[in-house]
T-cell receptor, first 111, second 113 residues
Framework: EDQVTQSPEALRLQEGESSSLNCSYTVSGLRGLFWYRQDPGKGPEFLFTLYSAGEEKEKERLKATLTKKESFLHITAPKPEDSATYLCAVQASVTGNQFYFGTGTSLTVIP | NAGVTQTPKFQVLKTGQSMTLQCAQDMNHEYMSWYRQDPGMGLRLIHYSVGAGITDQGEVPNGYNVSRSTTEDFPLRLLSAAPSQTSVYFC????????????FGPGTRLTVT
């Protein structure tokens, strides 16, 4: 069964304190792994797509990496505006039209 | 481009009432989908469509109907609302082929009493 698990559920960081969010997945053939950011009361906003192990993508203070079993979202020197819930999703090759989401990591960055 | 739009933003229903959640996109995306988001459960796929006239069930389809008569619109119908359908509903769209990201609407918060 295709499954996505994110950890930790919640993370509080001081401004400037770097850390990583984890997304572990089991899927029957990975077609793509996606990271989204969701602010309270809003829809998820796309951040990155990763396709194969070893791939990395960067955007401002965020860097996403992918292995065969998990993905990490590294946040370098975060700012309060980075506070949000970060969601991970996978698209499997077998069930290509269905996407499976994790429950997210709620990040709070304290000034 | 407005992207993905949803109406209404908030809705309160009584048990047994019916209603339609509207979703439209102006990106000419073939693929559209509906999710519900509940605390601690993450986003779960209700129904999806890969083009006009084609729909399929997702993970949690019971109690919901969909149809796709145009590329732009993908309404979600609740035939007889139940308290278990209290949730936040998101519509999304994307290019159909390949591994491409979905673009989400702003959501509809539905409460069934």
């Amino acid at each position: 069964e295709d499954q996505v698990t994110q950890s930790p559920e919640a993370l509080r960081l001081q401004e400037g304190e770097s850390s990583s969010l984890n997304c572990s997945y089991t899927v029957s053939g990975l077609r793509g792994l996606f990271w989204y950011r969701q602010d309270p009361g809003k829809g998820p906003e796309f951040l990155f797509t990763l396709y194969s192990a070893g791939e990395e993508k960067e955007k401002e203070r965020l860097k996403a990496t992918l292995t065969k079993k998990e993905s990490f979202l590294h946040i370098t020197a975060p700012k309060p505006e980075d506070s949000a819930t970060y969601l991970c999703a996978v698209q499997a090759s077998v069930t290509g039209n269905q996407f499976y989401f994790g429950t997210g990591t709620s990040l709070t960055v304290i000034p | 481009n407005a992207g993905v739009t949803q109406t209404p933003k908030f809705q309160v229903l009584k048990t047994g009432q019916s209603m339609t959640l509207q979703c439209a996109q102006d990106m000419n995306h073939e693929y559209m989908s509906w999710y519900r988001q509940d605390p601690g459960m993450g986003l779960r796929l209700i129904h999806y469509s890969v083009g006009a006239g084609i729909t399929d069930q997702g993970e949690v389809p019971n109690g919901y109907n969909v149809s796709r008569s145009t590329t732009e619109d993908f309404p979600l119908r609740l035939l007889s609302a139940a308290p278990s359908q209290t949730s936040v509903y998101f519509c999304a769209s994307r290019v159909t082929t390949g591994a491409y990201e979905q673009y989400f609407g702003p959501g509809t918060r539905l409460t069934v009493t």
